[in-house]
């Protein structure tokens, strides 16, 4: 790839022969039937007003709140960014995106460009499916991808070289479902599955794939493409279908979005497979729209905000006999580089002696220990102003931003525009402190714009 110097080159080779596992690392085959199933459930698109756990009251969601009794929900998660491809990246690597230039949606190659961003995510990057497939275990991927392939980007890596055994997916990906993408577009009403029926597939497609390897553990991404828009539910008998942007086919999505999680629940425990299955429910991002800031709780700004609506999620984990039930955790904070150590620990998955990710082990915490993240969580969004014009309004952030433990402050790429709020007595985002705590500000200030500038870039020319 173009503007790749030679120090980055290097740093690319040496993380991949420490990620390339040893003859002796995988686990034996005893270990392995004794190690946890775990499926990363990435819903797209859902901000914390959309759950009825946690507060929502849009249309009632009574399997993912059953979900959410029989297991830890965390109420300071945070997704690695406020829009979709830079968020997955977060996930599969345990890494800041920006280290591997994420940091919108990917696009064309031409509005990647202007984003000044990668066009896939680089197949030496770490991996966390990688990781647990070296340990013996079965890995699938069903549901949206979006960190290569699609549009006019026909070099992206094929799922295997992530580490992946099997896979169904959308248009945006490397190998799209012939099912789900009938035109070479994101979905069709040619499409042989409906858009309606694609979260029903990809549960399909993940009951199958771990009965067909009872014999080991799974580790699954079930990422559905739902709630994302357009919203398309199925018209009923006689009836004219409904705007694709309009609340009410929202809410006719939700609900059958619902009902699928509780068909993956019922699968699994029919399978005699639940009560050894971590089960992490979160979403990508915040809503958008957002119906009048409904949809993002009590939290200010959306999807493509650095706001907490833009990034803090609702959050489930289960696993019976060991990640309590019925608890709720308000003060431990867990950021999505997290999960790759913390799943990781909790499965007994060793990880390459040469990773070193951005998350922490927080697996104390799954587990009914609640305790503060000692370590600051950094956002990016946005590196020009080409590609990052949204949202308008009152949710539009600052493009950086930084949290440590009460606090959080961002600020534009040169530090103006500074605005500090104390989180915890104010999540609403509603009291800038900036001006009265200036210590506080300086001294946060000075970190997110070395932690900013220490971020690779690509040459783009323009």
Request: charged residues 25%; neutral net charge.
């Amino acid at each position: 790839m173009k503007g790749i110097n030679l120090f980055k080159l290097s740093a690319g080779l040496w993380l991949l022969l420490q990620c390339m596992p040893a003859v002796g690392q995988r686990k034996n085959p005893e270990k392995s039937k004794s190690q946890p199933n775990v499926i990363i459930i990435l819903t797209d698109d859902m901000g914390v007003g959309d759950v009825g756990a946690f507060g929502g009251k849009l249309v009632p969601t009574p399997h993912i709140d059953k979900l959410a009794a029989s297991g830890l929900k965390l109420t300071h998660y945070y997704s690695g960014a406020p829009i979709c491809s830079p968020s997955r990246a977060s996930i599969l690597t345990g890494m800041y995106p920006g280290r591997w230039n994420f940091v919108t949606y990917l696009d064309k190659k031409n509005h990647n460009k202007d984003a000044e961003q990668t066009d896939f995510l680089n197949p030496d990057a770490p991996s966390i499916a990688r990781f647990f497939k070296n340990s013996g275990y079965a890995t699938g991927h069903f549901g949206k991808w979006h960190m290569g392939g699609g549009r006019d980007v026909t070099e992206a890596p094929k799922f295997d070289q992530y580490g992946i055994d099997e896979h169904a997916s959308t248009y945006e990906s490397p190998e799209p479902d012939p099912l789900l993408t009938a035109t070479n577009w994101i979905w069709s009403d040619r499409d042989s599955i409906k858009r309606w029926n694609r979260t029903a597939y990809f549960v399909d497609k993940t009951l199958d794939f771990m009965s067909r390897h009872k014999d080991q553990p799974c580790f699954v991404n079930l990422w559905p493409d739902e709630v994302h828009t357009p919203w398309v539910p199925e018209p009923g008998a006689g009836e004219e279908a409904l705007k694709p942007q309009s609340e009410a086919a929202f809410k006719r999505v939700l609900k059958e979005y619902d009902i699928q999680i509780g068909r993956l629940i019922d699968g699994l425990k029919a399978r005699g497979l639940f009560d050894n299955t971590i089960i992490i429910f979160t979403s990508d991002n915040g809503a958008l729209p957002t119906f009048g800031g409904t949809r993002s709780g009590v939290y200010r700004g959306s999807k493509l905000s650095l706001y907490e609506g833009g990034i803090r999620m609702p959050f489930i984990a289960t696993w019976p006999g060991h990640i309590p039930a019925g608890k709720t955790d308000e003060r431990s904070e867990l950021h999505a580089t997290d999960l790759l150590p913390t799943l990781s620990k909790l499965s007994d998955v060793t990880l390459p002696a040469g990773y070193q990710g951005d998350g922490v082990d927080r697996s104390a915490v799954l587990l009914g220990k609640s305790s503060l993240r000692k370590k600051e969580m950094f956002w990016e969004y946005g590196r020009n102003t080409i590609a990052y014009a949204y949202p308008k309004g009152n949710g539009k952030s600052p493009q950086l931003a930084v949290r440590s433990g009460e606090w959080k402050l961002l600020t534009s790429h040169d530090g103006s525009n500074a605005e500090l709020y104390n989180i915890v007595k104010d999540p609403a985002e509603l009291n800038n402190v900036a001006a009265g705590e200036t210590k506080k500000t300086d001294e946060l200030s000075g970190k997110l714009l070395a932690w900013w500038k220490s971020l690779p870039r690509l040459d783009i020319q323009h």
